[in-house]
Structures are given as C-alpha cells and as structure tokens.
C-alpha cells in the first residue's frame, strides 16, 4: 500500500494529498523528480518516453511486417456425399508466391490429397441440411469462384495462379469499384468465365524486375522478349488475344492505363472464354430445338428487339431480369 504521508512533502503542485487519496493512481506521479536522466529528463519522463518510443516500434514492426498469406482469402463448402466442392476465393492486396502454394493446399485437402489442418475447416451440410462441420470434404471436381480487387504483383505467381484457375474453369469477377491491374490481369484472363463491372477498373503497364539484374541493353532485351513471349502464350491459351502483351510493355511500370470496355472487348478480356461461349450456344441451341445457325439468327432479332444486356453490374438486376425474360421471348419465336 502506498504511504501518502511519505508522499505529501514531495508531491507535485498540481496533485494535492486529496486528490491523490480519492485517486491512488495519482501516487506514481507524485514521487520525488529530483533524479535526473539523459539530458535533464526526470526518471519519470525518461522511463515514459523510452517506453513510448517501443510501443511505437512495435506498432510499426506489425504494420509493416505482412502475413504471407494477406493477398488470399479462401472459404469452401460441400454437401455430404457429393464428390464436388466450391471453393470461394478473394485475391487482394498484392500477388505474392506464397499464394500460389495457398491455393494449391487448400485444393489438396478439399480433393483429400492432404489431411485438414486447423484454419482449413470446411463447411459440409449434410443431406438434411444440417452442418457437419466434423466432415470433410473429398472432391473430385472443385468449383472456383474469384473476386479480384489487387494492384498486381509477381507475375510467375499471377501466371501460376491463372493456370489452376483456368484448370478447374473458374467464375471470375471484379466487382464495381474494385481495381484489377498489373499482373492480376494475367489472372483475370486465365478465368474461362469473367465478369466486369461498370465501374471496376482494369489497368495494364509493363512488368519489372525488384531484383537486381545485368544493366546492360542485351541482357534486358534478351530478359524482356522471353517474358513477352511467356505472357503471350499464356494469353493465348487463356483466349485472350496476345497482343494484349506487346501493349503492356509499351506502358512504363510507373504509369497505369485503364482499358475501355471496348478495349477489353478487343482483347477479349471483358466477356467469357470463347469455347466458354460456344458451348454456352451449344446448350441454348439444343434448349431450344434450333441448330447452331437457327440460334445465330434468332439472337441477331433478339438483339434488335431487346438491346444490349444490361447485365454487367449486379445493380442492375431488375433490369437484367427483364431483359433477360425479353430475350427469352425472341428466342423462342421463329
């Protein structure tokens, strides 16, 4: 207990014995300042500003310091007995190798190649509809659906990443408002399925190298055509067309351009994979008894009676539905 008789003829001015009876805490500030510390600080001071200093090279070490998993966010979901899973995935922040390995993890244990460790729970119901969060699943084909909102990062992991994506013909979407630029447009590409709001941005610009390399013009040229020439076969196995590569490199690392929606059109980005589409056609040919070039013709009319979709931003639903009902109608008609 602290003595405030000792304390009363070394109190300071403003902390009289009352105030410092009614509050205790007061006491620790009410002892002798006399000893002096570095440059003519009180010990008190001294001790308090030290203190405040760690605290605050604390808080930076853990703003600074990034998990190495920041970039990815995954959840999934199976039902008991069925051999398929979803799995949700949310790519922010900046494209880093480890999530390559993230995501390949996480589709090894969802297909039972690997055990489930702790933070890799799923949510499995059961036939009944009840969870059975005990169970785990085991599946033969996985369903990826992506959102990306991301400012770029490696390109060997966004190419990596756009390889398992394209693998399992995933759903990819940037939402309105979202950014996808740099290299997480390598990943939006590989997508077989995208989707890109209105007010989503898509930016390009050329690659660089964090890593020192040789500085001399041969050895960058040599370095640049090989990394051009990876991009565009990647493109190109994506659907996209590969002169979207030639056209990132022209831009310098320090600027961004934002494609138009009729550049992504263009280059293919903007709309789904064309076997995606094709084999979209294919199944609404055959839902409505038509071949192929019936279909063409019928949805030539339809787009002269109901307009572009007005699909494209989730927003838009009511009008979506309507279209989409007014499509239906012209379809169906010869």
Same mark, same amino acid.
Not at 12 to 24: F, L, N, S, V
Not at 26 to 52: D, E, N, Y
Not at 208 to 232: C, G, N, P, Q, V
């Given at each position: /207990?602290?003595?405030?008789? =000792?304390?009363?003829n070394?109190?300071?001015?403003?902390? *009289?014995q009352?105030?410092?009876?009614? =509050?205790?805490?007061?006491?620790?500030?009410?002892?002798?300042?006399?000893? !002096?510390?570095?440059?003519?600080?009180?010990?008190?001071?001294? $001790?308090?500003?030290?203190?405040?200093?760690?605290?605050f090279?604390?808080?930076?070490?853990i703003?600074?310091? =990034?998990?190495?998993?920041?970039a990815?966010? /995954?959840?999934?979901?199976?039902?008991?007995?069925?051999d398929?899973?979803?799995?949700?995935?949310?790519?922010? @922040?900046?494209?880093?190798?480890?999530?390559?390995?993230?995501l390949?993890?996480?589709?090894?244990i969802?297909?039972?190649?690997?055990?489930?460790?702790? @933070?890799?729970?799923?949510?499995?119901?059961s036939?009944? @509809?009840?969870?059975?969060? #005990?169970?785990?699943?085991?599946?033969k084909?996985?369903?990826?659906?992506?959102?990306?909102?991301?400012?770029?990062?490696? $390109?060997?992991?966004?190419?990596?990443?756009?390889?398992?994506i394209?693998?399992? =013909?995933?759903?990819?979407?940037? !939402?309105?408002?979202?950014?996808?630029? +740099?290299?997480?447009?390598?990943?939006l590409?590989?997508?077989?399925?995208? #989707?890109?709001?209105? *007010?989503?941005?898509?930016g390009?610009? &050329?690659?660089?190298? &964090?890593? +020192?390399l040789?500085?001399?013009?041969?050895? /960058?040229?040599?370095?640049?055509?090989?990394?051009?020439t990876?991009?565009?076969?990647?493109?190109?196995?994506?659907?996209?067309?590969?002169q979207?590569?030639?056209?990132?490199?022209?831009?310098?690392?320090?600027?961004?351009?934002?494609? *138009?929606?009729?550049?992504?059109?263009?280059?293919?980005l903007?709309?789904?994979?064309?076997?995606? !589409?094709?084999?979209?056609? /294919?199944?609404?040919?055959?839902?409505?008894?038509v071949?192929?070039?019936?279909?063409?013709?019928?949805r030539?009319?339809?787009? &002269?009676?109901?307009g572009?979709?007005?699909?494209?931003d989730i927003?838009?639903?009511?009008?979506?539905?309507?279209?989409?009902?007014?499509?239906?109608k012209?379809?169906?008609? &010869?």
């Amino acid at each position: /207990m602290v003595n405030f008789a =000792k304390l009363s003829n070394h109190r300071r001015p403003a902390q *009289t014995q009352g105030e410092i009876e009614k =509050k205790p805490w007061l006491a620790h500030f009410a002892k002798p300042t006399s000893k !002096q510390g570095p440059s003519g600080f009180s010990r008190q001071q001294f $001790v308090g500003i030290r203190l405040r200093t760690a605290l605050f090279a604390i808080g930076a070490m853990i703003c600074l310091v =990034k998990p190495v998993w920041s970039a990815l966010e /995954m959840n999934h979901s199976c039902y008991a007995g069925s051999d398929s899973v979803n799995l949700n995935l949310a790519l922010k @922040g900046e494209i880093i190798e480890s999530d390559v390995s993230g995501l390949q993890r996480r589709l090894d244990i969802v297909t039972g190649k690997l055990q489930p460790t702790d @933070g890799y729970a799923s949510l499995i119901t059961s036939p009944n @509809g009840h969870d059975s969060s #005990h169970a785990h699943c085991n599946a033969k084909r996985v369903y990826i659906n992506a959102t990306l909102n991301s400012t770029g990062g490696s $390109v060997d992991a966004a190419i990596r990443l756009g390889e398992i994506i394209r693998s399992a =013909k995933s759903n990819v979407i940037v !939402q309105a408002d979202a950014i996808c630029y +740099s290299s997480c447009v390598l990943v939006l590409a590989a997508a077989p399925r995208r #989707h890109i709001e209105s *007010t989503a941005k898509i930016g390009i610009h &050329r690659p660089y190298f &964090r890593k +020192s390399l040789s500085a001399s013009y041969e050895d /960058m040229d040599d370095t640049y055509r090989k990394l051009t020439t990876r991009i565009e076969n990647f493109l190109s196995l994506s659907g996209v067309q590969p002169q979207l590569a030639s056209e990132m490199m022209r831009i310098p690392p320090e600027q961004i351009r934002i494609l *138009t929606r009729a550049e992504l059109d263009d280059y293919g980005l903007g709309t789904d994979n064309i076997a995606v !589409q094709e084999a979209d056609a /294919m199944r609404e040919a055959s839902k409505y008894g038509v071949s192929r070039q019936e279909l063409v013709r019928r949805r030539q009319n339809a787009l &002269r009676i109901c307009g572009p979709t007005p699909c494209q931003d989730i927003a838009n639903i009511d009008a979506c539905v309507m279209w989409t009902f007014c499509k239906d109608k012209a379809l169906k008609n &010869r």
